[in-house]
C-alpha cells in the first residue's frame, strides 16, 4: 500500500486565504521529504523540500511543516493565488543507494475568486 | 537551461502491441529515474538508474517492460505487449547525483492502450 498519503483529495479556499494542505507518511526511516506541484498536462515541479533533521522550512510564500513524532507533513501557501492551483504532492525518500521517491495520491487545490 | 525532454507526448495503441518511451535528462545528470503516474493517482518508481547501472527496479514489471540507458545519457522505456492497465502517464526525471537531492520531471508521456 502507499507509505505517504494525503488526507484530502480537494481542497477549495479563497484567493488571497492561505492554504493548508496535509500529509501523513508510514514509514519512520523516511529522511527527506518533498512537496511537488502539478498543473494539468504537465510533469511535478519542484516546490519545497525538508530533511529529518528539521521540523520547519520557509520559501518563497511556502512553508513546510514536518512531525517526525506523528509522522505528518505539511505545506503552508500564503495569500494563495489562482496561479496556485494544481495537485499537490508529497513525496519522501527512505534514503538508502536508491533513492527513487514514493508519492502520495496528491490534493487538488481549487482556488475561488 | 533546459529541462527534461520527452517524446512522444502522447501515444495511443492496441492492446498487445509494443511501444517505446524516449527521455533525454538534463545535462551532466548521473540519475534518471522512470515513473507510471495513473489517472488520478502519484506517480509510482518504475526504474532507477545511476549513470548506465540499474540502481532500483523493484516494481518494474520484467516480463512486459524494460528500460536501458546504454551511454549513460538518453533512456528509453519498452513496454511490449501492452495491456489496457498500462494506460498512463510515464514521466521522466533526473537529479544531479544520488542522496536526498531534488529529482526535475519531464512533461511525460500520455499513453492509451484500447
Known amino acids: 500500500g502507499e507509505s505517504v498519503g494525503l488526507h484530502l483529495p480537494t481542497l477549495s479556499v479563497q484567493e488571497g486565504d492561505n492554504s493548508i494542505i496535509n500529509c501523513a507518511y508510514s514509514?519512520?526511516?523516511?529522511?527527506?521529504f518533498i512537496w511537488y506541484k502539478q498543473e494539468s498536462g504537465k510533469g511535478p515541479q519542484f516546490i519545497i523540500d525538508i530533511r529529518s533533521n528539521m521540523d520547519k522550512r520557509q520559501g518563497q510564500r511556502v512553508t513546510v511543516l514536518l512531525n517526525k513524532t506523528v509522522k505528518h507533513l505539511s505545506l503552508q501557501i500564503a495569500a494563495t493565488q489562482p496561479g496556485d492551483s494544481a495537485v499537490y504532492f508529497c513525496?519522501?525518500?527512505?534514503?538508502?543507494?536508491?533513492?527513487?521517491?514514493?508519492f502520495g495520491k496528491g490534493t487538488h487545490l481549487i482556488i475561488q475568486p | 537551461e533546459a529541462g527534461v525532454a520527452q517524446s512522444p507526448r502522447y501515444k495511443i495503441i492496441e492492446k498487445r502491441q509494443s511501444v517505446a518511451f524516449w527521455c533525454n535528462p538534463i545535462s551532466g545528470h548521473a540519475t534518471l529515474y522512470w515513473y507510471q503516474q495513473i489517472l488520478g493517482q502519484g506517480p509510482k518508481l518504475l526504474i532507477q538508474f545511476q549513470n548506465n547501472g540499474v540502481v532500483d527496479d523493484s516494481q518494474l514489471p520484467k516480463d512486459r517492460f524494460s528500460a536501458e540507458r546504454l551511454k549513460g545519457v538518453d533512456s528509453t522505456l519498452k513496454i511490449q505487449p501492452a495491456k489496457l492497465e498500462d494506460s498512463a502517464v510515464y514521466l521522466c526525471a533526473s537529479s544531479p547525483g544520488s542522496g536526498n537531492t531534488e529529482a526535475f520531471f519531464g512533461q511525460g508521456t500520455r499513453l492509451t492502450v484500447v
Open positions: 513525496a519522501e525518500n527512505s534514503g538508502g543507494g536508491a533513492d527513487g521517491l514514493t
Open positions: 514509514n519512520s526511516a523516511s529522511d527527506y
